[in-house]
């Protein structure tokens, strides 16, 4: 791998279709699957084998069908979980084994009433394990945000050791600032014997909406994989969105990181799965949302008609969406009533502009927005436009 290749890990069909009330059949997960490798992610975590027949099903049906991506199967650190996710890959022309376990003193406490070398045994047997299947096998330090960084790096190192190819580096609740985020990255680099043997992976929570800036210090700091989400969709708050990661990689170029996503596929892809999971997305939702690329601001719609690039740093056309859209709003000016009256056949002369954009604004306060309807029986109505017409 490239070392300025930041490989993209999607984890919708595993992590993002944790979100309640969103479970989707095994035939919904082989369009999605299908669909993302495709659309370039090196890695689909196609489910958690173990948890039920069905995901088994699902893992396994993907396994055969994608031609490309590496195909992953989550599992704790457990020797039947790891045997089943082995088993539900055995078809993938490239399996990787994704096994792990608690590492913050909160995990090992209260949820292992454990102690911290008996978790890195643990971690250890788990990973030798599925080293016995596959030969990628994924480690994940739960709630690494919050371990502490000592101590996750001596259980990487044991991993590591134990023949982990991949460190995931998990932010598990969504607490870490970036800047401590990617000091923890960065700390890894410099201090785990045989780091160079494996890829560190970031995979952050939204809890507190710094998913996408901890993902994207994470890979600043030297982490090589993210692990994310169609439309940032996931447990609780959801995961790093991968269409924003993705674009700022792209439109950063002097980060000399990048990925192999076919861009052009990303709102397609976002529909698709907001579709199939039957989840709304939010109009401001960067990249995909509806409003993305709209502009109902007078002084926008000016700057953006004169010259895309004034208010939009990405191409529409570069994530899959058709062209920017000019919405006409009582906060909308002069200009961007002309132009949409010529996308619709009226060519104004500056008297008749005045005088409709009064009739408009009139309008406008009555509606949240004004369409194309609206505009032709604005114009047809005004005194001006039928005498110079006329």
């Known amino acids: 791998m490239s070392n300025n290749n930041v490989q993209i890990f999607d984890t919708t069909l595993r992590d993002g279709e944790q979100v309640p009330g969103c479970k989707l059949n095994t035939e919904q997960k082989l369009i999605i699957a299908e669909q993302l490798d495709i659309l370039g992610v090196d890695v ?10 069905g995901d088994f099903k699902s893992v396994e049906a993907i396994s055969k069908i994608i031609k490309n991506a590496t195909v992953c199967g989550l599992t704790r650190a457990v020797e039947n979980d790891i045997k089943v996710a082995a088993e539900a890959l055995k078809y993938a022309k490239r399996a990787r084994i994704h096994t792990g376990i608690g590492t913050s003193d909160s995990h090992i406490k209260f949820k292992f009433n454990s102690n911290r070398e008996d978790i890195i045994e643990r971690a250890v047997r788990a990973v030798s394990y599925a080293k016995s299947f596959v030969e990628d096998v994924e480690f994940y330090a739960e709630d690494a945000g919050r371990t502490d960084n000592d101590y996750l790096a001596r259980v990487c190192e044991a991993v590591i050791k134990a023949g982990a190819t991949v460190l995931n580096i998990p932010d598990t609740t969504g607490y870490c600032l970036p800047s401590e985020y990617g000091a923890k990255i960065k700390y890894l680099k410099e ?50 969105a991968l269409e924003e990661v993705v674009m700022i990689l792209k439109q950063h170029p002097y980060l000399n990181l990048d990925t192999r996503i076919k861009t052009e596929m990303l709102y397609g892809i976002s529909q698709l799965v907001s579709d199939s999971m039957g989840i709304y997305t939010q109009p401001n939702k960067a990249i995909v949302g509806a409003n993305a690329f709209a502009h109902s601001s007078g002084i926008h719609q000016d700057g953006v008609i004169k010259q895309r690039e004034t208010y939009e740093i990405i191409d529409p056309k570069d994530v899959g969406v058709t062209e920017s859209a000019i919405v006409l709003t009582a906060r909308s000016g002069r200009a961007a009533l002309a132009y949409r009256a010529k996308n619709i056949g009226y060519e104004l002369t500056k008297l008749q502009l005045d005088e409709i954009y009064t009739s408009f604004l009139d309008f406008a306060d009555t509606k949240k927005q004004v369409d194309d309807d609206d505009i032709h029986q604005i114009i047809e109505k005004s005194k001006v436009y039928n005498e110079i017409s006329s």
């Open 191 to 240: 201090n785990v014997k045989g780091i160079d043997k494996a890829i560190l992976s970031c995979h952050c929570h939204n809890d507190l909406g710094l998913a996408t800036a901890n993902s994207i210090e994470g890979v600043i700091n030297g982490a090589r994989q993210i692990e994310c989400t169609i439309n940032g969709i996931g447990e609780r708050a959801g995961n790093t």
């Open 44 to 53: 689909i975590e196609a489910g958690f084998p173990v948890s039920s027949p």
